[in-house]
């Protein structure tokens, strides 16, 4: 008999891929995805730990379940990755109709630990080791790496993948949880990237992201060999197939000319960089544990503009961190204006239970602050997408097509026509209309209308055969 699985996922790229790979590995196990939970027989969350709105949004996701699991005792609800690994028992504690907690560095477990959970109680705890207490070969090992080769059908577009390329983080910011909940860094060999790349590639893979915690610090060594991301990118470059390479997310302290130099002399290269800022003040990077300075972002900055010209970033910033005062947040806003940057990641302070930042710091700025920071951040941030994204209006761009868009049910095209949506080599979202048969191919289209976060364009194609189509100039 077929089983049904109901999936929720919350959190970076890092969880997406977990969850597409938990996907794959149950599939293998003769389970059928659904889109309720209410069909499902077995119900998994993955979960993200980085703020505390993340963790009780599944905690009241859990809380509805209550009563279906009741009516329903034979059903089975896990709850997996960083929260799982952060939480632990506190998760039986707070939901104790749970039947499995398990951490991102057993997620290659879970086919037999569903298995073994059927057959009935007790609930099962599956969880990496603490970082401390323990050798450093032994807590490596806990956090296992999970990248199965993959099968096209598991993956979510035939033509873009996900690839981890490193797990865990050693850089220990102040406000961070992810070292505690990923583990120690740890980069996967070059020699098995490059398989489960040309695999993609065989499969019709177009584009690939690299993924790690600060994937830029990418390093592997092999007896006298180093292999950096730069020398990655070089070899990743020469796979037929692949027509685009993306990374993230990069750490400042990492952004080493090698790279630079690379990404800005390989065609495939995307010419868009995320690099975390955080702050525009040196006193709040500093309690942050950032490891740089203001100054030395900027100079980052102008060596990326050096070797890729053209390139469009990205950052994260975080307002109303411990100590943080008006004077800092004024200093955090002219950062934002003078870089310009494509898009920001906005997020106000959440304290973390068992980060530095939660043992040495008071979280001292209130909360209708940080939300005012919040508020008046974005808006300088939206302002300057927006004024960017009006440059790009009567511009052609190539586009790879990723499927219709989120809107494109709404709009009744005529014939075969529907909304499409794609990406430029910079990361531009850009939405046109179009036959479903584009989808997967790279296209020219122009832009004539822009807002903050979208570009509109428009492709013409011109009929020449029943299943091919011709860019017409």
């Not at 505690?180 to 993609?200: F, N, T, Y």
Request: hydrophobic share 35%; proline share 4%; net charge neutral.
């Amino acid at each position: 008999m077929t089983k049904c699985l109901y999936i929720e996922t919350v959190g970076c790229q890092m969880n997406l891929l977990d969850s597409e790979l938990v996907v794959a590995s149950l599939r293998h196990r003769g389970y059928k995805l659904v889109d309720r939970a209410i069909k499902a027989d077995v119900i998994l969350f993955n979960t993200c730990s980085v703020r505390e709105h993340a963790e009780e949004k599944i905690y009241s996701a859990l809380g509805r379940l209550k009563y279906i699991k009741r009516q329903n005792p034979q059903k089975i609800i896990g709850v997996l990755g960083c929260m799982a690994q952060n939480h632990q028992n506190n998760v039986f504690q707070r939901a104790p109709y749970v039947d499995l907690v398990v951490g991102p560095g057993q997620l290659h477990q879970i086919p037999d630990l569903l298995d073994e959970v059927s057959k009935g109680p007790p609930q099962r705890l599956e969880v990496s080791l603490d970082r401390k207490g323990f050798a450093k070969t032994e807590i490596e090992q806990s956090f296992e790496t999970y990248d199965p080769l993959r099968t096209p059908e598991m993956r979510s577009s035939p033509h873009q993948a996900f690839v981890r390329i490193q797990i865990g983080c050693d850089k220990f910011c102040t406000y961070c949880i992810v070292p505690k909940v990923r583990g120690p860094e740890q980069c996967r060999s070059p020699q098995a990237i490059l398989a489960e790349a040309r695999q993609l590639a065989s499969e019709g893979c177009r584009e690939i992201t690299l993924l790690g915690q600060t994937v830029n610090s990418y390093r592997y060594q092999r007896g006298a060999t180093t292999t950096r991301l730069s020398d990655l990118l070089l070899h990743l470059s020469d796979i037929d197939g692949i027509e685009r390479l993306k990374f993230v997310t990069s750490h400042p302290c990492d952004m080493t000319d090698d790279l630079l130099q690379v990404v800005g002399s390989l065609r495939k290269c995307s010419h868009y960089l995320h690099i975390p800022a955080q702050s525009g003040s040196n006193d709040i990077l500093k309690r942050m544990k950032r490891g740089y300075t203001v100054e030395q972002y900027r100079e980052m900055l102008s060596r990326i503009r050096q070797y890729i010209p053209d390139a469009t970033i990205t950052s994260d910033f975080i307002v109303g961190y411990s100590g943080e005062t008006e004077a800092d947040f004024v200093l955090t806003k002219e950062l934002v204006e003078e870089c310009r940057f494509k898009n920001s990641f906005i997020f106000k302070y959440s304290e973390r239970p068992g980060t530095k930042g939660a043992l040495h710091h008071v979280d001292d700025v209130s909360e209708p602050v940080k939300k005012q920071r919040n508020n008046e951040l974005l808006d300088i941030q939206n302002t300057i997408s927006y004024e960017d994204n009006q440059l790009r209006i009567g511009r052609q761009y190539e586009v790879l097509v990723e499927g219709p868009s989120k809107n494109a049910d709404k709009h009744n095209l005529p014939g075969s026509l529907v909304q499409l949506t794609g990406r430029t080599m910079w990361d531009h979202i850009v939405v046109f209309e179009g036959d479903r048969r584009l989808i997967g191919q790279i296209l020219p289209v122009t832009i004539y209308e822009a807002n903050a976060f979208t570009l509109f364009g428009e492709v013409k194609t011109e009929h020449v055969g029943p299943e091919v189509y011709q860019l017409s100039s």
